[in-house]
Nanobody, 124 residues
Framework: QVQLVESGGGSVQAGGSLRLSCAAS????????MGWFRQPPGKEREGVAT???????GYADSVKGRFTISLDNAKKILYLQMNSLKPEDTAMYYC??????????????????WGQGTQVTVSS
């Protein structure tokens, strides 16, 4: 059974940094996508960044140049390094994974497995 557990959220002032982690267990697929998504208060969930088994990454335009997704394949830990945080980055952040696709999508409907989320709050 696939399990994802996020950690690393918190409160930070604008311009600060946070690193989110997502510990994954229970899957040994030959290919997979992993991604970070976020849901701001009162808004729909949106894609932030994705990475595949081979390290190919994709980012939402709103975070390009500020956020970096990475994956420790051996430990099965997904990271999201967030720099130059802005108040509009405030959201619940979720990690997700799926094994069905050859290309990783930033669309949440493409992912079947989700963590419980970790809150990130950025104050101005």
């Amino acid at each position: 059974q696939v399990q994802l557990v996020e950690s690393g959220g918190g409160s930070v002032q604008a311009g600060g940094s946070l690193r989110l982690s997502c510990a994954a267990s229970g899957f040994t697929y030959s290919r997979f996508c992993m991604g970070w998504f976020r849901q701001p208060p009162g808004k729909e969930r949106e894609g932030v960044a994705t990475i595949d088994k081979y390290g190919k990454t994709g980012y939402a335009d709103s975070v390009k140049g500020r956020f970096t997704i990475s994956l420790d394949n051996a430990k099965k830990i997904l990271y999201l390094q967030m720099n130059s945080l802005k108040p509009e980055d405030t959201a619940m952040y979720y990690c997700a994974t799926d094994y069905r696709w050859y290309s990783c999508l930033l669309n949440s409907i493409a992912y079947n497995y989700w963590g419980q989320g970790t809150q990130v709050t950025v104050s101005s």
